[in-house]
């Protein structure tokens, strides 16, 4: 669920091929598809899906074996899974890609469908990103509604479309999708059609199946300014108990479902929640919980929670007033956790807040280069705690002790002989690629053991920093060494390209790193 614009940007998702649609899939290569986990869901304490940066992974649980892999069909979204769902035996995942504008001189996430399956992930169904024509007459369409004809600006484009949260909740699917709003399906039908559900305006308080002003009313994601309401972009979805709970740019809105309508009471600032932009929606220890952050100046970004049904909200004080955003929850029957953008917290009651220590692999060494923590999945009645971050897989037991799971083409590959050095990720954006404590960092990545010294050098073969800091990567017996973008003289390199040098025994070993800042 809840993924946010700065994932898209700071991730760099990949562009794999196009799929077409309706055919089997296949479970292959022996790997989660990227190390940036942006959701963890479960379909049982064996199974679980991973959305990445790239795509779709799993694993599958064979007592103490972990099997890792990436779901290879064609009924997948292109892209990275900025939202995935499950419910049941019932699996969504939307898709994302960016697409460059050139009005604006900027990329832009685009969004690239939803695939869904109703068997564990046996088999998959793909259905496109809901886009509407322009009538032939103006810009709004009509549908019907609660037995009215109510006005909706066509959304002709999946850019600034994206399906960025999934809920499911009896034989729907629902979907925000920002300038798409809240849209459904049922996933019953084999072909099945997307159905557009109006919210309140910004300025309402309620929207009542059959009861809709429809001389006022209009349904439009544009800015107040140029006429639109904030409300109708649709960023977070909860269902639970015949209700469903819808995030947008201007607060909360809660829906109880009657027949196939339903009757919306909307709810932001005024009522308490700490900023009107939600980006995530949770129950649990007793409450339901909303990630609110700012929009302006007057609102803060935090947690916000009511005891009574939404009819009023509190706010955690910790999070205002430090300001952490928070871009996840995982409540388990006795602690809730907050994936943030300084890492993951815990508490037991909800106000007193414990910042995890960074994840280090407790037989390894290896650690996690990342200060943020995009999403955390409680398995097997709260002992573990699978924790996914921009820099791969890490699982904490309730005694501390860490397992992380990271992926790369291996180095052992017959391919290059007897030996391969590679250099992960390659281009290194500094700025956004494994931050940890205000720096960036890449991985050398050899299948010899330590004793291995690394020399860099610019463009113009001037030597910029020597690596000896060798240690176990703990995949296929090979080593890494860590670099920080830094020179000798601790200042950050410039951008450009640059030739890694890595000798032992007289012999050397030649790989090219692009560096942008």
Not at 84 to 96: D, F, K, P, Q
Not at 284 to 299: D, N, P, Y
Not at 490 to 508: E, I
């Given at each position: 669920?809840?993924?946010i614009?700065?994932?898209l940007?700071?991730?760099?998702?990949?562009?794999?091929?196009?799929?077409?649609?309706?055919?089997?899939?296949?479970?292959?290569?022996?790997s989660l598809?990227?190390?940036?986990?942006?959701?963890?869901?479960?379909?049982?304490d064996?199974?679980?899906?991973?959305?990445t940066?790239?795509?779709?992974?799993?694993?599958?649980?064979?007592?103490?074996?972990?099997?890792?892999?990436?779901?290879?069909?064609?009924?997948?979204?292109?892209?990275?899974?900025?939202?995935?769902?499950?419910?049941?035996?019932?699996i969504?995942?939307?898709?994302?890609?960016?697409?460059?504008?050139?009005?604006?001189?900027?990329?832009?996430?685009?969004?690239t469908?939803?695939?869904?399956?109703?068997?564990?992930?046996?088999?998959?169904?793909f259905?496109?990103?809901?886009?509407?024509?322009?009538?032939?007459?103006?810009?709004?369409?009509?549908?019907?509604?609660?037995?009215?004809?109510?006005?909706?600006?066509?959304?002709?484009?999946?850019?600034?479309?994206?399906?960025?949260?999934?809920a499911?909740g009896?034989?729907?699917?629902?979907?925000?999708?920002?300038?798409?709003?809240?849209?459904?399906f049922?996933?019953?039908?084999?072909?099945?059609?997307?159905?557009?559900?109006?919210?309140?305006?910004?300025?309402?308080?309620?929207?009542?199946?059959?009861?809709i002003?429809?001389?006022?009313?209009?349904?439009n994601?544009?800015?107040?300014?140029?006429?639109?309401?904030?409300?109708h972009?649709?960023?977070s979805?909860?269902?639970?108990?015949?209700t469903?709970?819808?995030?947008?740019?201007?607060?909360?809105?809660?829906?109880?479902?009657?027949d196939?309508c339903?009757n919306?009471?909307?709810?932001?600032?005024a009522?308490?929640?700490?900023?009107?932009?939600?980006?995530?929606?949770?129950?649990?220890?007793?409450?339901?919980?909303?990630?609110?952050w700012?929009?302006?100046?007057?609102?803060?970004?935090?947690?916000?929670?009511?005891?009574?049904n939404?009819?009023?909200?509190?706010?955690?004080?910790?999070f205002?007033?430090?300001?952490?955003?928070?871009?996840?929850?995982?409540?388990?029957?006795?602690?809730?956790?907050?994936?943030?953008?300084?890492?993951?917290?815990?508490?037991?009651?909800?106000?007193?807040?414990?910042?995890?220590?960074?994840?280090?692999?407790?037989?390894?060494?290896?650690?996690?280069?990342?200060?943020?923590?995009?999403?955390a999945?409680?398995?097997?009645?709260?002992?573990?705690?699978?924790?996914?971050?921009?820099?791969?897989?890490?699982?904490?037991?309730?005694?501390?002790?860490?397992?992380?799971?990271?992926?790369?083409?291996?180095?052992?590959?017959?391919?290059?002989?007897d030996?391969?050095?590679?250099?992960?990720?390659?281009?290194?954006?500094?700025?956004?690629?494994?931050?940890?404590d205000?720096?960036?960092?890449?991985?050398?990545?050899?299948?010899f053991?330590?004793?291995?010294?690394?020399?860099?050098?610019?463009?113009?073969?001037?030597?910029?920093?020597?690596?000896?800091?060798?240690?176990?990567?703990?995949?296929?017996?090979?080593?890494?060494m860590?670099?920080?973008?830094?020179?000798?003289?601790?200042?950050?390199?410039?951008?450009g390209?640059?030739?890694?040098?890595?000798?032992?025994?007289?012999?050397?070993?030649?790989?090219?790193?692009?560096?942008?800042?």
């Amino acid at each position: 669920m809840k993924y946010i614009l700065l994932i898209l940007v700071s991730f760099g998702f990949s562009f794999p091929p196009s799929f077409n649609l309706d055919r089997q899939n296949e479970i292959a290569n022996e790997s989660l598809p990227d190390n940036g986990i942006i959701d963890i869901e479960a379909i049982s304490d064996t199974l679980i899906y991973f959305g990445t940066s790239s795509g779709l992974g799993r694993v599958d649980i064979d007592g103490e074996e972990l099997i890792f892999s990436t779901v290879m069909s064609n009924a997948m979204p292109e892209g990275g899974n900025p939202a995935l769902a499950i419910e049941g035996n019932v699996i969504a995942a939307s898709g994302v890609t960016t697409y460059y504008s050139a009005a604006t001189d900027s990329n832009e996430p685009k969004g690239t469908g939803v695939a869904y399956s109703v068997d564990s992930g046996d088999t998959w169904k793909f259905i496109e990103q809901p886009i509407v024509e322009n009538p032939e007459d103006g810009l709004f369409h009509q549908i019907e509604w609660g037995g009215q004809t109510i006005q909706v600006l066509a959304v002709t484009t999946a850019v600034n479309n994206v399906s960025y949260d999934l809920a499911i909740g009896g034989y729907y699917i629902y979907s925000t999708s920002w300038a798409g709003g809240l849209q459904r399906f049922d996933y019953r039908n084999e072909e099945p059609e997307w159905e557009i559900i109006p919210l309140p305006m910004d300025d309402q308080s309620q929207l009542i199946c059959g009861d809709i002003d429809i001389d006022v009313y209009e349904l439009n994601p544009k800015d107040p300014g140029d006429g639109g309401n904030h409300n109708h972009k649709g960023f977070s979805v909860f269902y639970e108990d015949n209700t469903l709970w819808v995030g947008t740019a201007n607060g909360l809105n809660k829906g109880v479902i009657v027949d196939d309508c339903i009757n919306w009471t909307h709810y932001n600032t005024a009522e308490g929640l700490s900023g009107n932009w939600v980006i995530g929606i949770k129950s649990g220890l007793s409450r339901f919980w909303a990630i609110s952050w700012a929009t302006v100046s007057t609102e803060s970004t935090g947690l916000s929670y009511s005891f009574d049904n939404g009819v009023s909200w509190q706010f955690v004080n910790f999070f205002t007033d430090t300001g952490i955003k928070a871009y996840n929850l995982e409540i388990s029957e006795d602690r809730i956790y907050a994936s943030t953008i300084e890492g993951l917290y815990v508490s037991v009651d909800g106000e007193h807040w414990e910042l995890i220590p960074n994840f280090i692999d407790s037989t390894t060494g290896e650690m996690i280069l990342d200060d943020a923590v995009y999403t955390a999945h409680v398995l097997n009645g709260g002992d573990e705690v699978w924790v996914g971050a921009g820099d791969g897989l890490a699982i904490r037991e309730s005694n501390g002790f860490v397992d992380i799971h990271r992926f790369w083409e291996s180095t052992v590959n017959p391919q290059y002989g007897d030996f391969n050095f590679s250099v992960y990720p390659n281009p290194f954006y500094a700025k956004d690629h494994n931050v940890l404590d205000g720096s960036g960092h890449v991985r050398f990545i050899y299948n010899f053991e330590s004793g291995w010294v690394i020399n860099i050098y610019d463009f113009s073969m001037d030597h910029v920093v020597r690596l000896n800091n060798s240690h176990s990567a703990g995949l296929n017996g090979e080593s890494e060494m860590i670099w920080d973008g830094r020179n000798s003289r601790g200042s950050v390199v410039a951008n450009g390209v640059y030739f890694c040098k890595l000798t032992a025994s007289g012999q050397d070993y030649w790989t090219k790193l692009v560096v942008v800042n």
